[in-house]
Structures are given as C-alpha cells and as structure tokens.
C-alpha cells in the first residue's frame, strides 16, 4: 500500500496499479509520462470505442462546451433530447434515462423493475441474476451481481436476487415465482472472463419472460455500442428486451450510460429516479457523435470482420504456446490460458509496451478500439507471441 510520502499516498488505494503515469493517449495507443508507449487492447475497460481522443469526440466536446456545458436536470438541452432519439431510433426501445455509470444505469433499471412490479405485478420485486454475472458497484447492482468473491462483502445485501447458472433456461423457469419481476442477464458475461449467453438462451428468455408476463432487462454495459460487431449485442439472438442498460462505450471514454426502455415500461414518478448530472449536454453531446461514427456505413462490419481477424490470430497463437480456445464475440474475445499464468502475461506484457487485461488468473481479456487496425492486431500478436514464449 504507497505510504504517505508516496506520489499516490493521497490517493484511497481500491486497486493494485502499475507505478507508470498515463499522459497522453491517440487511438489505440498510449504514452506514459516517460515517453514510453503502449499499444492499448484495454482500452479504459471496454470504453474508449473509437479509440484515445479521436477528433470527432474531441471536436464535439469542444463544440458543445462552448455552447452550454450545463444547465439543470430540471431542464430539457438539445443533446439530452437527441441522444435519446437517436437510442430509440437504433434499438427499438422507446426512452431514456441518462446516468454517468454503468452502475447507476443498473440501479436505475432495479428501481425501474421494482416498480412496475409494484404496479402490475402484485408488488413483485425479485429479479432473477445470472451466477458470475457483474452488474456494478452500487450495493444493489453489486447485490444482482454472481461474483463469488462478493458474496461476504458489504452485509446485509439488497434482498431479491436469485441466481440461476447462465445458459440454463430450465434453472430460470424453475426460480420464477410470484414474487418474480424480471430476469436480468448481460448478453456475454465481460468480468466474469467474457463467456457469452447463448443466442438459444437469450431466445428462451425472450419467450419464458412474455409467457410469464415479466421483464427482460438486459445488461449491455459491455457488450453494447458494436462492441460484438452489432450495436446491440441482443441483435445477434434476433430479440429485443424490455429494458436494457448502456454505458462504457456510449461515451467513448466520457462518463455516460443509460437505462432504456420499452414506453410501457416506464413508470417512473416525478421524484423516484433523478441525479445531478444527468442528461447532463457535455456528454449528450459526445453520445450522440458516438452513435454517429457507429452508425456510419461499413462500421460495424468492420468491427465484425476484425474481431474474427483477432479471434483467429488469437487461436494460432494459443495453439503455438499449448493454451486453450477463444471466448467472446466481435471485439470482447478472452483466450483461454489453461493455467493460472494471467497476471504474469499482463505485467511481462506491459513492459514490453502492450496492455490487456486478466479478468481471471487463467484467461486474458482483448477489448481494443473498435476502429483498431489489422496492422495494430498484429503488432499485439507478435508482442504477446514474444511474452508468452518467454514464460516459464
Ligand atoms: C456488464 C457490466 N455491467 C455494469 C458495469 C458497471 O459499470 P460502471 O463501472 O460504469 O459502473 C460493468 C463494468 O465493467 C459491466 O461490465
């Protein structure tokens, strides 16, 4: 832990981080206060969609700070009205509701459930979770969240969230009662170590939640924004859920997320959902140029086309040094390591100028930029090539 005297000592330690300062970030690379560069398959967590600082974030920051940085969540501002428009335009849902993270979007999507069942359903308030599955930090979304490492943490818990094993539709029919809302579930489980909910399952949610007259909300936190090569990752299982949550890439590396839903939905009273900055013009603003460069012709294609790329590049490489297959879809891929050696690969990885992360000691995670290059995918490959041949 850095003590006092240390450059970090004034800052609460939540998290073991490397010594390197970040300074500077262009695309998919970035630069330390040293000099030294890294190219970035992290990418501020699955965030920074069009890379570092690409200029029509910059420029729409820029352009929207000059006209109004903030008004009031009290009042209506142009980029909050477009924003949501341009969501329900692209997901077929009706509105929304903005938050600055993805946690608070899932807390809002809780809130959202818990009251529509305590007004069309009898006051049912239990939401069905998915083991492993990682729904943020606030208590409730830490409450819905499978982490086993959590279960002890923070006691009591927000009460209401049975878990079922993902993928297990006769698990999720088998823990419906009457005191059952809605089933929440992220289309790929990211935190957990990136392993997806089957189209299949998602197809037996859609049906068993209509047939029993409840919500599916799905966490798109990670997998949406064309993250999987789609703008929304339930596209792919050809469903559409009754509520859903965005953050990360919504943003592309500003605070922003959103709880979306179907207008039957929402029914919210003036007073139970609100906060400071929310809807708030800077980062509307910045959301809505992030739809835009998503949306353009050949994107997301192109997002599909390099994560098979990187899938494929991935399993010559596992092959090469005797690991396992690959996971994920788009550009959320993990590959399997077969041993504990994760935390090993990302440090050895990060002084030879490459970041990504182990989301489990046995795999590693890739979420670069969604614009990265082939060139940039085979420069990561040939320097993890290099790390991994070097691990005992
Ligand atoms: C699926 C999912 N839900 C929720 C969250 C929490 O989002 P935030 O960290 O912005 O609160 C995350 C973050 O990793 C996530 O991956």
């Known amino acids: 832990m850095p003590d006092a005297s240390s450059p970090f000592g004034t800052l609460m330690e939540i998290t073991s981080r490397p010594a390197e300062v970040f300074l500077e970030g262009r695309g998919s690379w970035l630069i330390d206060a040293r000099g030294k560069r890294y190219l970035d398959f992290v990418q501020g967590w699955a965030v920074n969609c069009l890379g570092h600082s690409p200029p029509p974030l910059v420029e729409a920051l820029a352009q929207q700070a000059k006209k109004l940085m903030n008004c009031s969540p009290a009042y209506y501002n142009a980029p909050m009205i477009e924003l949501a428009r341009a969501l329900a335009r692209t997901s077929g849902l009706d509105q929304s509701f903005f938050t600055n993270s993805g946690g608070e979007a899932n807390e809002g999507a809780i809130k959202l459930a818990r009251k529509w069942g305590s007004l069309h359903k009898g006051g049912a308030y239990e939401i069905i979770t998915m083991e492993h599955g990682f729904h943020g930090r606030t208590l409730a979304t830490m409450s819905a969240s499978g982490k086993p490492a959590w279960e002890k943490l923070f006691e009591p818990k927000v009460p209401g969230f049975p878990k079922v094993p993902l993928n297990d539709l006769a698990a999720v029919e088998a823990a419906i009662t009457e005191k059952t809302v809605a089933v929440m579930v992220e289309p790929i489980q990211g935190e957990a170590g990136v392993y997806e909910a089957s189209d299949a399952f998602l197809r037996g949610l859609s049906r068993l939640t209509k047939v029993r007259g409840i919500l599916l909300v799905l966490d798109e936190i990670q997998t949406g924004m064309g993250r999987t090569g789609r703008l929304f990752g339930f596209e792919h ?125 046995d795999s590693l995670r890739f979420m670069p930029a969604l614009n990265v290059s082939r060139a940039e995918v085979d420069e990561m490959i040939a320097r993890l090539d290099q790390v991994c041949g070097e691990m005992r």
């Open 237 to 361: 299982a050809g469903i559409r859920p009754d509520v859903m949550t965005l953050g990360k890439g919504l943003g592309g590396g500003v605070p922003l997320a959103a709880l979306v839903a179907r207008r039957d939905v929402c029914c919210f009273a003036h007073g139970d959902q609100g906060g400071t900055f929310n809807g708030n013009p800077l980062m509307s603003a910045v959301g809505c140029a992030v739809i835009a460069e998503l949306t353009k012709p050949g994107f997301l294609a192109r997002v599909a086309e390099t994560g098979a790329y990187l899938a494929s590049e991935l399993a010559s490489l596992g092959g090469r040094h005797g690991f396992g297959g690959v996971r994920g879809r788009g550009l959320l891929l993990a590959l399997d390591l077969k041993r504990e050696i994760g935390p090993r690969v990302v440090d050895a990885a990060r002084e030879k100028g490459l970041l990504i992360n182990a989301p489990r000691p």
